[in-house]
């Protein structure tokens, strides 16, 4: 039999569908998040020490994720009980950093035929064969991959950084502007590059609510309270 080749999902295009079995019972992706955003992302096995360290910060994030209209759903190749006996012992036995009785009630994808995991590129196989990296897709409410980021087994995902990634997506979408380095709410933002000369001319020599490093790169204030107001709905 002729073997099924994955490409790798990219930015901008349409999340790959699946039906899968998970803790929180069946979904059909991205279908059921339609009008959220949604991060799906891999971990490498259950009952392992990164994957739980970052079980218990993602499950303690997961009001804030949701406020930001943010649905979060992971994903290891482990069986639908061996999940459950996981977040299990989690909630019952596990104390870190000052987290205890911690309930992950965000859905856990059993993936024992590894199909999704081969679908969104997850596993890689220069890392391990059977076992998923640490991937994180943000999926905007259309069902979009507007960002990917991989990790290795062997280090943590920083859950900062990927709540800036969708407060950032967020912001871009909704303002229409772009976020340079480090961005943070609070933060200059970028202005669409000018696109003509008449319109570098002007940026260069007006002094309006713009300011302009050089012609092709100017910022302008937004308000934290603007970006936080028009993004976070508790
Ligand atoms: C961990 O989560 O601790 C882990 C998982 C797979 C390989 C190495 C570390």
Redesign the pocket.
Known sequence: MEEKVYSMPRIGEKAPDFKAVTTQGEINFPGDYKGSWVILFS???DF?????SEFMIFANMEKQFNEANCKLVGLSVDGLYSHIAWLRTIKEKIEYKGMKNVEVTFPLIEDITMEVAKTYGMLQPGE?ST?AVRAVFFIDPKGIIRTIIYYP??LGRNFDELYRVIIGLQTADAFSVALPADWRPGDDVIVPTAGSCGVAKERMEKKDEMHCYDWFFCTKKLDKEKVLKTIIKK
């Open positions: 971990h490498p096995a392992t020490p990164v994957c739980t391990s076992k087994l062997s």
